[in-house]
C-alpha cells in the first residue's frame, strides 16, 4: 500500500528533526546560525526566507520572554503566487519551544502581519503551493516548514476557515474595521499534545 502525502511528511518532519538533533542541534539553532544575539521582534533570518520558484516566504521571530511561555517564538509563512513583488499572503504561523519542537500552529488577523488580505477560499488553495528549497538559513529548516504545511494541510485549511468565521462573528469598537482590531490577535489555533 503506497504510503500518503501525510505520512511521507511526517516521515520527512521527523527525519530533519532526527538529523539535526544528532549534531545537537534543532530548528532554532539552525533558524539563529550565525547570529550573535536574539532579540525579540527581530526576523530571522535577516530579510526573511523566498523561494523565487514556489513564492513561499518565511520569517521566524519571538517575543519578549514570559516567565513560565512555553513558545519561544513561531515562524510566520506567507505565500506570494505572483512573486516578490506581488500580493504576499499569511497563510499560518508556526509556534516552537526553545528546542524548535512544534507546539501549535495558527492564524493571525490581518493588523499582525500587513498581508494583502484573502478569505479561506483564496487562501486555501495556496496552501499546497508552500514549498521552501533554499539553502538558507538551512535547507533542513526549509525543508522541515515545508513537510508542517503537507503534513498538516487539512488542519491548516480548516484554521483557516475558522479564522473567517470568527472574523465574521466578531463586533469590534465602532470605527475599527474587524481585521484591524488590535483586541484580536490569533484567531484560531491547533495546539499539539505536551511533549
Known amino acids: 500500500m503506497a504510503e500518503s502525502h501525510k505520512e511521507i511528511a511526517l516521515r520527512e518532519i521527523a ?94 488577523n490581518q493588523w499582525v502581519v500587513g498581508d494583502d488580505w484573502l478569505d479561506a477560499e483564496g487562501t486555501i488553495p495556496l496552501l499546497a503551493r508552500f514549498d521552501v528549497q533554499m539553502p538558507r538559513p538551512s535547507y533542513l529548516v526549509n525543508r522541515w516548514l515545508t513537510a508542517i504545511f503537507t503534513a498538516y494541510e487539512g488542519e491548516i485549511a480548516g484554521l483557516v476557515r475558522k479564522r473567517d468565521t470568527v472574523l465574521a462573528a466578531h463586533r469590534p469598537p465602532d470605527g475599527v474595521d474587524t481585521r484591524q482590531d488590535r483586541a484580536l490577535e490569533v484567531v484560531s489555533e491547533f495546539r499539539f499534545p505536551d511533549l
Open 15 to 108: 527525519f530533519c528533526e532526527s538529523l539535526l538533533a544528532k549534531g545537537g542541534l534543532n530548528m532554532l539553532s539552525e533558524t539563529f546560525r550565525g547570529t550573535d544575539e536574539i532579540t525579540a521582534w527581530q526576523h530571522y533570518p535577516p530579510g526573511d526566507v523566498f523561494d523565487p520558484v514556489s513564492g513561499a516566504q518565511w520569517f521566524y521571530h519571538c517575543h519578549p520572554s514570559d516567565e513560565g511561555a512555553v513558545e519561544h517564538g513561531h515562524f510566520h509563512c506567507f505565500l506570494r503566487p505572483q512573486g516578490i513583488e506581488g500580493p504576499i499572503h499569511h497563510l499560518a504561523a508556526v509556534g516552537v519551544d526553545a528546542y524548535g519542537r512544534v507546539r501549535r500552529i495558527f492564524t493571525v
